[in-house]
């Protein structure tokens, strides 16, 4: 009988031995599905911060933006999730399928966007596109990575005489452009160059208002921003027009809030290159609006000016 018992009884510590162990394998293997799931995850962050200096790099007593719209988009432009930046400046994206991504600021009004990458120090600099407020597209891959993405602004003068001095750090006031990129003009004037040609380059320059008495068009308005002066090279002569195929120029101008506007153009080196006599005048150019930034192709040398009510 005692015999019988024993079998019994071991037989019971067998089966529940095993039926123990069978849950702690199904146990640990959910965990480490778990896991798997939630590093199979990835996380955007970053900071929207108020760049005081305008030099593109985070500084102490450059605080944070509250209330930015960041958009995320996939690779197909598909817009994948959105949100707004905390009273610090700080925003985040959890929970994302692996993929290509990217993030689109959307500018405060008043602001302009900071120069991206600059220094030497990711962490610090602003990631944004200084036109479109756009970040590179990257790629997502399982295993819970985050990238952070951080952008400046800074708010928009327009007048570049009502600044105190020793305030601002503001860009030049004059650039020489031999390559590709973006180049701000005194901060009132952004110019992109693609697709530049050997043996060109791009001058511009920003002039004062008296430039344009007398020219501007009945109900046109009034220049809104300083104006644009660009100069075209080839072979260090100067030339009146750049040719299609030899590159392509993009002048921008941030629009005050509240103002309608678009950009015009006074070919002002025409008489020289025989393209025209007489008193020059302002000229409507096609131009562009998307978030309050005017742009136009400038394929002329002469002056760009933001002209409206």
């Not at 197909?76 to 999730?81: F, K, R, T």
């Not at 009034?222 to 002066?229: D, E, N, Q, T, W």
């Not at 309608?260 to 025989?274: M, S, T």
């Not at 002329?300 to 000016?305: C, I, L, P, R, T």
Request: proline fraction near 5%; include cysteine; hydrophobic fraction near 40%.
């Amino acid at each position: 009988m005692i015999s019988k018992l024993l079998r019994v009884a071991i037989m019971f510590v067998l089966v529940f031995g095993v039926t123990m162990l069978a849950k702690s394998e199904v146990a640990s293997a959910g965990s480490v599905v778990g896991e798997a799931a939630q590093s199979g995850t990835a996380q955007v962050e970053g900071y929207v911060w108020n760049d005081a200096n305008r030099d593109g790099l985070q500084e102490a007593g450059e605080v944070g933006i509250e209330n930015v719209t960041v958009n995320l988009y996939d690779s197909s432009n598909v817009l994948a999730d959105t949100t707004l930046t905390d009273p610090n400046g700080l925003y985040q994206f959890n929970s994302l399928t692996p993929g290509d991504y990217y993030v689109s600021f959307v500018r405060p009004a008043g602001y302009l966007i900071s120069p991206q990458g600059k220094g030497r120090d990711d962490a610090v600099d602003s990631d944004a596109h200084v036109l479109t407020g756009k970040t590179a597209l990257k790629t997502f891959v399982a295993g819970g990575n985050t990238l952070n993405w951080d952008v400046g602004f800074y708010k928009l003068i327009n007048f570049l005489g009502n600044v105190k001095p020793g305030t601002v750090k503001p860009p030049p006031p004059f650039v020489k452009a031999c390559e590709n990129g973006v180049f701000s003009v005194g901060g009132a004037v952004t110019l992109e160059i693609k697709d530049l040609k050997p043996d060109y380059c791009i001058e511009a320059l920003l002039w004062n208002h008296a430039f344009s008495v007398g020219r501007i068009p009945k109900d046109a308005g009034k220049v809104l921003a300083y104006i644009g002066f660009v100069r075209i090279y080839h072979h260090s002569r100067l030339v009146h027009e750049l040719p299609a195929e030899d590159g392509t120029i993009k002048a921008c101008f941030a629009i005050p809030l509240g103002k309608q506007a678009q950009i015009y153009f006074l070919d002002f080196y025409g008489p020289r290159f025989g393209n025209r006599t007489g008193q020059p005048s302002w000229e409507k150019v096609d131009t562009t609006v998307e978030n309050g930034i005017a742009c136009a192709f400038v394929q002329k040398s002469g002056a760009y000016a933001l002209i409206g009510k």
